[in-house]
């Protein structure tokens, strides 16, 4: 046998030659391809064991006036962490949109798709509606009763930030160029001089651009609203037996331009929820987390407004706002914001930080807030606020009850047809759907030209004959209705009569029992004047019954051996009539007058139409026994 055993064979060497597909590959080659694929399947495992274990990333995403903050986060049971964030100055949402996904690209290699979005322009709000929080109306109706709710709140936001606020907030101006700014306009209207807008002032005073100011008053005219629809959002709860609603709401254009951007970039915004409230809600843990017999009132420190916020047991239960308006953090009008809660016997004072440039002011003024108010008061840094921000926002947007008002994505959706980007797909696909059909039926036409006239030809022949035959077969089927239709009104009378004559001939075969239950009746308290049977109608079974006594008990007791002896017959006594007359001897007593009917017959349809109709049973003969009689009373 030739050949070489496998123990004898030579080890393969790093330059050996393997045949892959055909082809000769070296070993080395390929054995580091197989470590890349493996490395790759690893790198797939280990992603679908953490999908699998219920890590869902977000994208966290805070719009401010002055700039976009964004964090991705991403959580498991038990677990949540902050993986990567990202701060952008622009201006226009979608463009600070782009650069903070470029710098979280570069920090981790996590791509969400769910976004979550606290914006400083939803504003929330406490809400008196006429609604129980337990039965809420259907949304479309709860929108409509927040607009009305809602839109003097955001027209107040809006009114806060004039252009040298928003000039400010984009870091065109600087507070001390500010005040410049607003001295000029002072001496301008003081020496009457033409006064000049904001904007052409502080381009006078070379303190800004043509840019910075063409941004603020774009900006602006999103805060203004012009359009005047909202966008709502609503949380209702009982507070100490009282309904509670919270509202928030944003202008529809700045709504729309939010989901549009995130749409173009293959994102979902499930979620928006107001950037107040949200900064100083208590977070799961830390020392953020209240007692619950304890109430906190926290004081967020935004730009241009101050928004106080009452909580009792971590829920709001009120809040109030006001504006800053170029003055200095003071703690005796801090301390006014909180005179309607000054009541409160045990609370917890707060003040919120967003800002790091209010840092020192608050912390200043913390040791004097709690002499005005007499509540411990504590400072909650810019770093911590929003170290806690991203993970309530999270929270918030994966819970199903959350506490604060939001606007959920899937219920402004009321129908497939009102999304903006299904009716553009829709149109796409109708289009190009159309194009295919209309070239389909065009070769079709051309194909079937020659073929259809004639077919039309034998189908127009054909369709004379069947309508031929059609009308000849009406005609003849109406003639045989019209034939059943006499016979079967020849043929009711004779089953009627039929059923008649059976019911007489049964009654004549009974009436010789009947008429000796009826004498063997007939005692010393009661006589039988006369008996008829009915003849009105198919029923011939019924008989009537009439007899005098001379007592009332008499007459009782008549009728009562009638029922018991005329039971074991298979007759009833129904329609009985005891009434008061004279009898043959003009003797004062009482009349009897009662039917005898087939005990399993209805007892009023028994009778005859006459009695029926009336209730009472027809006038008896003159007297003795008679079947065709007819009884008169007196």
């Excluded at 801090?334 to 840092?359: G, I, K, P, Q």
């Amino acid at each position: 046998m030739t050949g070489i055993s496998e123990d004898r064979r030579p080890a393969a060497s790093a330059h050996a030659v393997a045949v892959e597909d055909g082809k000769p590959v070296p070993r080395r080659w390929l054995a580091k391809a197989k470590a890349r694929a493996s490395a790759a399947r690893a790198r797939l495992a280990s992603l679908r064991a953490r999908l699998g274990a219920g890590e869902q990333p977000w994208l966290l995403l805070a719009w401010d006036i002055a700039s976009l903050k964004a964090a991705v986060h991403v959580g498991a049971a038990g677990t949540s962490r902050i993986v990567a964030t990202a701060e952008s100055k622009q201006a226009r949402f979608a463009d600070a949109l782009d650069e903070v996904r470029t710098l979280l690209a570069g920090q981790s290699g996590v791509s969400p798709r769910r976004v979550a979005l606290a914006a400083r322009t939803l504003l929330p709000g406490v809400i008196d509606l006429p609604v129980a929080p337990d039965k809420p109306r259907p949304a479309r109706q709860m929108r409509e009763l927040l607009r009305s709710e809602l839109e003097p709140i955001l027209a107040e936001f809006g009114g806060l930030w004039s252009l040298g606020a928003l000039l400010e907030a984009r870091g065109h101006l600087s507070p001390v160029d500010r005040e410049r700014v607003t001295l000029e306009e002072a001496v301008r209207r003081e020496g009457r001089r033409t006064p000049l807008r904001y904007g052409e002032t502080a381009l006078e005073m070379a303190l800004i651009d043509r840019a910075g100011l063409d941004e603020c008053l774009e900006l602006q005219g999103h805060l203004q609203n012009l359009d005047g629809d909202v966008v709502a959002g609503w949380r209702g709860r009982f507070a100490a037996g009282r309904p509670l609603w919270l509202g928030c709401g944003v202008a529809a254009g700045n709504h729309r331009h939010w989901r549009e951007a995130l749409a173009e970039r293959n994102l979902c915004l499930t979620v928006c929820l107001p950037l107040a409230w949200l900064v100083s809600e208590p977070t799961s843990s830390g020392e953020d987390r209240r007692d619950g017999a304890v109430a906190t009132i926290c004081l967020e420190l935004h730009r241009e407004e101050v928004v106080a916020v009452h909580r009792q047991d971590g829920a709001v239960l009120a809040t109030r706002s006001e504006g800053r308006l170029e003055r200095r953090l003071r703690p005796d009008w801090l301390a006014r914001l909180l005179s309607e809660w000054n009541s409160e016997t045990r609370c917890s004072l707060e003040l919120v930080c967003l800002h790091a440039d209010d840092e020192a002011a608050a912390q200043g003024i913390c040791d004097d807030l709690s002499l005005c108010t007499g509540y411990p008061a504590r400072l909650r840094t810019a770093g911590e606020t929003w170290q806690g921000v991203w993970f309530t926002l999270a929270s918030e947007a994966a819970s199903q009850a959350s506490r604060l008002p939001r606007i959920v994505e899937r219920e402004l959706r009321d129908s497939l047809w009102k999304s903006h980007d299904f009716r553009r797909l829709a149109g796409i696909g109708v289009l190009v759907a159309a194009l295919g059909v209309i070239e389909g039926v065009q070769q079709y036409r051309l194909y079937r030209l020659n073929a259809t006239v004639a077919e039309r030809s034998r189908l127009e022949r054909e369709k004379s004959q069947t309508s031929q035959r059609e009308s000849q077969f009406t005609a003849e089927l109406n003639e045989l209705a019209a034939s059943l239709d006499a016979s079967r009104r020849q043929l009711e009378p004779l089953v009627n009569d039929r059923e008649r004559l059976t019911a007489i001939v049964a009654m004549r075969q009974k009436l010789p029992d009947l008429l000796l239950l009826l004498a063997e009746a007939v005692g010393n308290d009661a006589v039988l004047d006369s008996l008829r049977n009915s003849k009105v109608g198919s029923n011939a079974t019924s008989v009537q019954v009439v007899a005098w006594s001379a007592s009332y008990t008499g007459a009782q007791a008549f009728v009562g051996r009638i029922a018991e002896r005329t039971h074991a017959q298979g007759y009833a006594v129904a329609q009985t009539e005891i009434v008061e007359r004279k009898g043959r001897n003009n003797k004062l007593g009482h009349e009897v007058n009662f039917w005898l009917v087939p005990a399993g017959d209805d007892l009023e349809s028994a009778l005859p139409p006459a009695q029926a109709a009336t209730g009472k049973p027809p006038a008896n003969p003159a007297g003795g026994i008679s079947a065709g009689s007819i009884a008169v009373r007196p």
